[in-house]
């Protein structure tokens, strides 16, 4: 198996050993996914904006979550520098950490999804389905926004001193709540998701991690260790 | 065979010199101690060797790489360095799978039962990292850091914080380990605890190299020879000290019954005599060897 793929399965399985922040984040996955199909029920024609937005919120959130976990405490830990040890680069051992908090993050999001759409033709009592655009939204712009927020946070968190680094996972975090409010915002009107929004939030996730996969060429070890203490 | 070279190591961290020059060599199969204070770039040297720093001017080559620019090369390290770099959500087994896998090693479930039993953790494999003691933690440290069976080994303070009874098992590893033929680099405080298994020692202070030998030469170099006397009490003490001062001894010193003196081996039962003729009964005369500690203390006084 190649390294990434390990460090990334070693990520995953944490995260599910950890009960206490899976079971938060799924309670509140049902929580706003009940919310949002209550929302629905009422106007039906939003069913297009919850879907678009819900999951990538909770999606973003679980990703700050397990950002913090994985990048954050394993540096605070000193744990990094024993991995910076082993025979894995630094590039592979990142991109490994970010799939392993972006592979469960999406899994929250499309779990968020799939509750908005079944309790929602639960209440509606009929079979109710996003359009096309939103199951592109859902299948290709959603991992790759949650992989360039995910890429970002972990980014930072290795480049940033540790005074500094929960600062700047925090604003990254506010930063993409607030472009999403925008976003919403810019929907506006009679709640249809377009294809130029949908577009622009794909090619902006995809600019967000060709570009943070650049920065961390900058990434180097003893950035690292340095800004540990 | 030189698997250790370090070569006029220079590090500076904004311009404030933190290593000076540093140079020394580490042979295969020796247990080196890289020793010195708080601050004195014992770490640094480590993670420059290590590759997680970059010097800024000299070499650090490890089995004539640099780990800093050679992934491979690092398969030839294991390392314990001051965090265990466990994990403590997860069991010791998964601990240890997660790093064999890192390091590719093969027929890892067997490899892993064996390295628990060897630092008697096998009983408990299955149980969280989180719950273990300090103790342990260490243990299944060394166990990571010898998973993929690696020539070098790099400890940075392994029995720090350690109770006296881990610190021996710690310890009754290492000596293990060595007695396998594993180079070890032990960068450690305890200096009861490098006396006892290292070769060689290195003394570090404020950036520069003090010593570089082997314990027994230092002790050769750094000893002189001192002679205790044990009177029968201390009035007898006194009188003898006014005998050896008489007698042009210098560096006495007296504490209660018991008189210490620089003097030559060979002259102590003329000298003897001369005090049991004075009426002086002694109880004991023995020659007193510096431990490295006196040894340790005397380098870094001598630079202070």
Redo the contacts between chains.
Sequence with gaps: MRKEFIVAKKEIIEILQNKSSLLFTVGYSVFFSVMAALGVKKFPETIDTAVFYIPLVMGIFFAYVSTGRIFFREKRDKIIETLLCTPVSLRKLWFGKVLGSAIPSYAIAIFSAILIVLISSILLKSIIFPSPILVLHLLVTTPLFVLAAVSLIGFLYLLAGMKEVRIAGTVIFMIIFGALFGGLSLIGEGYRISSLIEIALMMTSLLLVVLTGYLTRYLSKEKIVTTIT | MKVIEVKNLVKE?NGRKVLDGISFEVEEGEVFGYLGPNGAGKTTTL?II?????PTSGKAIVMGKN??ED?????K?G?V???????E??SAF?NLE??A????VSNRKEKIEDLLRFVGLYERRRE?VGVFSKGMRRKLAIARAIIHDPEILFLDEPSAGLDPEAQRMVRNLIVELSRKGRTIFLNSHDLDEVQRICDRIAILQRGRLMVCDAVENLRKKFSKPVTAISTTDEKSAKRALEILNSLGISDCNINGKIITFVFREDKQSHLLRILTESGIEIEEIRKVTKTLEDIYLEIIRRRK
């Design positions: 961290f993670r290590l590759g997680l720093l970059n780990l800093a992934d491979e090369a690092r398969k390290v390392v360095l001051e965090n265990d770099g466990l994990y959500d997860l998964d997660y790093y896998q890192l390091y590719d969280k």
